[in-house]
């Protein structure tokens, strides 16, 4: 069981450092326009979809690479009389026209991808005038080959780079990038989500399969917390 398959059979809400509060932070300080187009890569359980329509209005497509995920963010929104446009695909080859976006937002996603190859995906299907969001962790300092070992089998994570490799990989793929905030994941109020009332299915806590990965990951926390950061990203495609 994977990671991300546990949070899959949860339906937890807002899996992304810094949780509901984050994503409220970040779009108090982001403009869009009323019934922008906008794409949730990696969407999860969906509950950041529903905040931009309920929001802006927003014409929102939900993509993710597991349709538990994509089922469980349809769910969220019909429940809470939303409209979402969900469409199970990779963030590294989607199957989206040029320019086919307004927004695009990317909580705790390119660092489980190929990160060059989604963040060209993203400036290809992104109009010209947009804007992404992104929300990742980032290393703060020097770390192992275990460390990346162990980051990798825990979380699937496929590299976290630190800020300056943030930025490099953006400025790649034809972004300008504006560091909106920063710091450390452990100086970040805990998401809270792993309440029964925000769980898609609680029962699934009682599986011993699930209990254990939850279990690693909290151990982890606690252990290499402080070295795991965070940043929230605003980019604009590069004028050549
Ligand atoms: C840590 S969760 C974050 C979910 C959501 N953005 C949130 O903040 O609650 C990462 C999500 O990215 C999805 N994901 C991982 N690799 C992906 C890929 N290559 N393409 C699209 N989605 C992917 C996972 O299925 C999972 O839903």
């Not at 390119?110 to 962790?137: D, N, Q, W």
């Not at 300056?164 to 972004?175: E, I, N, P």
């Amino acid at each position: 069981m994977t990671y991300h398959d546990a949070l899959a059979q949860l339906g937890i809400l807002h899996a992304h450092p810094g949780g509901e509060q984050l994503t409220t932070w970040w779009m108090d300080r982001v403009s869009l326009r009323e019934h922008a187009r906008v794409l949730d890569v990696g969407c999860g359980n969906g509950a950041t979809a529903c905040l931009l329509a309920q929001r802006w209005d927003a014409n929102v497509t939900v993509l993710d690479v597991r349709r538990k995920m994509i089922d469980h963010a349809l769910r969220l929104a019909s429940e809470r009389n939303l409209r979402l446009r969900g469409v199970v695909g990779s963030a590294e080859a989607m199957p989206f026209q040029r320019e086919s976006f307004d927004a695009i937002v990317s909580e705790s996603v390119l660092v489980f991808t190929k990160s060059h190859r989604a963040l060209r995906e993203y400036r290809r299907v992104m109009e010209e005038s947009g804007v992404v969001i992104a929300v990742e962790m980032m290393t703060l300092g020097p770390v192992t080959d275990a460390w990346r070992r162990e980051v990798r089998n825990l979380y699937g994570a496929q590299y976290v780079p630190d800020l300056s490799g943030w930025k490099r990989l953006f400025h790649d793929a034809g972004f300008e990038v504006k560091v909106l905030r920063s710091g450390s994941v452990s100086s970040l109020p805990l998401p809270v989500n792993q309440q029964d009332s925000t769980l898609a299915d609680p029962k699934a806590l009682l599986d011993p399969q699930i209990r254990a990965v939850l279990q690693r990951n909290a151990q982890w926390m606690d252990e290499h917390g402080k070295e795991m950061g965070y940043g929230v990203f605003e980019l604009r495609c590069r004028r050549t």
